[in-house]
């Protein structure tokens, strides 16, 4: 039997596309933006989906009549992180005090306050753990707030974890909140081996800039000639930036400056860096493919991943489909704003169960 579940800061649903196929039943959801709102439907066309702000009192008494009605037990909560995230522009805990997304989590207090869950899921980057928020007069960790209001009524088990830990050929670490009643039981997923860059996308042609191949999904964009040169001579698990003769210019010639990990070509030996919403851009960080030595000493692929490979590296489905109207840099954000869907999965679902151990 399917327990009842609602979604918040859902986004347009990437993180959940191996949970509605289980025995969740989604029934409501809410999104502020209407474009992801918009795509999220498109997923999952049988789930309700309440578009607009969660701290508007008419949204808020929506949601919680449905789930209501529906009787819904279990939340997954995956705020904006925006404002935490270490390639964000928040790096201190001051920055973090005046940007209004890192207090969207008290809302889903309204939601645990007001229902009777059994199950919570609330899903962040790991800083998020770290930071210190305004409550009662102080200023507290968000464990110590959770463990406050609730650990009379709930298990409270936080752990950061890592995608590549659990069937994702991807290093992505996230800040894992499972609170859940305290008769029953929701274990943690088992450890597996990593999963290689080479195993995980290591069968699929070389592109250059510009080409397409058969496969779908699995082209590669055009960029400058002579930052394709210099990512041509540019080593896996290098950078080009640090290249004395090859380095990435502009059109004018000039010597383009940047940090040590942009202009980064990745290893077939390891798991993908973590997926950016910048994964489009081979300036941004660790976004270059690995590449293949040549016979004249230069490297193929002088790229970032295919959305293919994006797909594969992130345990998505690459025969998934998406709104007629949605570009690749749309895509690559959604990507880079969710939680892998493998690693949701074995969360909610650990040693491969159908439902939550009751």
Not at 41 to 56: A, L, V
Not at 143 to 172: F, M, T
Not at 198 to 224: C, D, N, Q, T, V
Not at 233 to 256: C, D, M, Q, W
Request: glycine share 6%; hydrophobic share 35%; proline share 6%.
């Amino acid at each position: 039997m399917k327990i009842k579940g609602m979604s918040m800061f859902s986004s347009a649903g990437i993180g959940e596309l191996n949970l509605h196929s289980k025995n969740i039943d989604f029934v409501v959801a809410n999104e502020l933006l209407e474009k992801r709102a918009k795509t999220y439907s498109f997923f999952y066309p049988n789930t309700t989906m309440i578009q607009g702000d969660i701290r508007n009192s008419k949204i808020k008494e929506q949601l919680l009549n449905i789930c209501k009605n529906e009787k819904v037990s279990f939340l997954l909560a995956t705020p904006p992180c925006q404002g935490l995230s270490s390639v964000g522009k928040n790096k201190k805990q001051e920055h973090f005090f005046k940007d209004d997304r890192n207090y969207l989590i008290f809302e889903v207090f309204y939601f645990v306050d007001n229902l009777d869950l059994d199950y919570i899921l609330i899903e962040n980057v790991p800083r998020f753990l770290e930071m210190y928020f305004p409550y009662e007069d102080k200023f507290e960790k968000l464990e110590s707030i959770l463990n406050e209001r609730y650990s009379k009524k709930y298990n409270i088990d936080i752990r950061v974890i890592n995608a590549k830990d659990y069937g994702v050929a991807q290093s992505r670490p996230r800040a894992i909140i499972k609170m859940y009643k305290k008769a029953l039981t929701w274990d943690w997923p088992e450890e597996i081996k990593e999963i290689s860059l080479f195993e995980s996308i290591g069968h699929l042609p070389p592109l250059e800039p510009g080409e397409k191949s058969i496969y779908k999904w699995h082209y590669a964009k055009k960029i400058r000639p002579q930052i394709a040169e210099a990512l041509r001579h540019t080593k896996p698990g290098t950078s080009a930036i640090s290249n004395l003769v090859y380095f990435p210019r502009k059109e004018n010639g000039e010597r383009i400056r940047g940090f040590h990990n942009t202009y980064k070509r990745m290893v077939w030996e390891e798991p993908a860096p973590a997926r950016t919403t910048y994964s489009g851009s081979v300036s941004s960080h660790n976004n270059v493919h690995p590449g293949r030595l040549r016979s004249d000493g230069t490297y193929s692929d002088p790229r970032v991943l295919s959305l293919l490979e994006t797909f594969l590296v992130s345990s998505i489905n690459p025969s998934i489909e998406f709104p007629r109207n949605a570009s690749e840099t749309y895509i690559r954000t959604l990507i880079g704003e969710a939680i892998p869907p493998k690693l949701l999965e074995e969360i909610c679902f650990p040693h491969g169960g159908k439902n939550f151990a009751r």
